[in-house]
């Protein structure tokens, strides 16, 4: 029996209830998965370049990144990181405010811009989340 790696999920988000939601929506969409989290922006761009204490961290297959985060917000740590086009990401925000910005900046289709809190649905809508996240679906 061939045994399927798990699917690493990244959630940058600094507000507890939000990352509560979130983890147990992720629960309900999938359960092969393996979940890390960090609180900040700094620790965010740590985490993705793999930088000191998170040298040995998973190359995540999903990054839900919140829009406001301590320290450097979502698009600061996306502008510090060299592929930042080509990372799966889904942007939570409790507003459309940026919306534009990631689109054009940072290619960030509008499926892949969840407005909090993220449903279900919303993260089945997600190209990235569906490609990368949801079992039994089409790459």
């Known amino acids: 029996m061939i045994e399927m790696r798990k699917r690493e999920v990244l959630v940058i988000e ?9 983890e147990h929506v992720l629960k309900l969409a999938s359960e092969d998965y393996t979940l890390s989290s960090v609180t900040d922006g700094e620790q ?7 930088r000191g204490k998170y040298s040995l961290a ?8 919140d829009v406001h ?12 990181l060299p592929n930042a ?3 799966p990401i889904c942007v ?4 459309e405010a940026e919306r534009e ?3 054009s900046e940072f290619g960030i289709e509008r499926s892949n ?11 089945a809508a997600s190209s990235r989340c569906r490609a990368h996240l949801l079992p039994n679906s089409n790459n």
């Open 113 to 123: 811009y969840l407005t909090k809190p993220a449903s279900q649905a919303d993260i």
């Open 69 to 80: 985060l301590p320290t450097l917000d979502g698009i600061e740590v996306l502008r510090q």
């Open 92 to 95: 939570l925000s409790s507003s």
């Open 14 to 22: 600094d507000n507890a209830a939000d990352r509560f939601w979130l």
């Open 85 to 87: 086009r080509d990372l």
């Open 101 to 103: 910005l990631f689109e």
């Open 44 to 50: 965010a761009v740590s985490f993705l370049l793999k």
């Open 58 to 65: 998973p190359t995540p297959d999903v990054i839900f990144l």
